[in-house]
């Protein structure tokens, strides 16, 4: 069965306080795991896909890496408009238990920055 | 703009009824989707749908029901059924169900029980 761990659950930091979230995953084959960022009240809006190990993508202070076992978000200087909750989520490459190329989430991690 | 619109934004249910959640898409998207999530859980899938007329049940399907008369729309129906349809409830699409590319969501849809 597929699994996403996110870590931690929630992360507080001060405007300018560089950190990174995790994502690990254990999956039977990876065919793409993808970063949401979800504020309270609405629904997740796309940030990044990663397909392969060694992977990176960058938006503004954002940016998305990418192992084997592990995806990291790092936030470099982050702004108190970063803080929402973010997600991570896989799809699998082999179609198991009926449902096609279906995505797993995590449970996320909740970013707060203060001012 | 292109986009996923629910409706409506909040919803009550009252013992015994069956509520219908609207999701329109003008993406051109074949995909769409059900998830629900819930406080500390990670998103999970209720129904999914490559074509019109077609869906498929997803790791929690009990108690929920939809249709797909034509690909911009895909509404579900939370029955009397589900016992426990306090949630909030997104709808997404994505090109194919077999593509890997991302899906988009919604703005969602909070059910609370009365």
């Known amino acids: 069965e597929d699994q996403v761990t996110q870590s931690p659950e929630a992360l507080r930091l001060q405007e300018g306080e560089s950190s990174s979230l995790n994502c690990s995953y254990t999956v039977s084959g990876l065919r793409g795991l993808f970063w949401y960022r979800q504020d309270p009240g609405k629904g997740p809006e796309f940030l990044f896909t990663l397909y392969s190990a060694g992977e990176e993508k960058e938006k503004e202070r954002l940016k998305a890496t990418l192992t084997k076992k592990e995806s990291f978000l790092h936030i470099t200087a982050p702004k108190p408009e970063d803080s929402a909750t973010y997600l991570c989520?896989?799809?699998?490459?082999?179609?198991?238990?009926?449902?096609?190329?279906?995505?797993?989430f995590g449970k996320g991690t909740l970013l707060t920055v203060n001012p | 703009d292109g986009g996923i619109t629910q409706s409506p934004k909040y919803l009550f249910r009252k013992e015994g009824q069956n509520v219908t959640l609207s999701c329109e898409q003008n993406?051109?998207?074949?995909?769409m989707y059900w998830y629900r999530q819930d406080p500390g859980q990670g998103l999970r899938l209720i129904y999914y749908?490559?074509?019109?007329?077609?869906?498929q049940k997803g790791d929690i399907a009990e108690g929920y029901s939809v249709s797909r008369e034509k690909k911009e729309s895909f509404p579900l129906t939370v029955t009397s059924a589900q016992k426990n349809p306090t949630a909030f409830y997104l709808c997404?699409?994505?090109?194919?169900?077999?593509?890997?590319?991302?899906?988009?969501f919604g703005d969602g849809t909070r059910l609370s029980i009365l």
């Open positions: 989520a896989v799809q699998a490459r082999e179609n198991s238990g009926g449902s096609n190329y279906k995505l797993t």
């Open positions: 993406l051109n998207h074949d995909a």
């Open positions: 997404a699409s994505t090109w194919s169900i077999y593509s890997n590319q991302p899906q988009h």
């Open positions: 749908s490559q074509i019109v007329n077609d869906f």
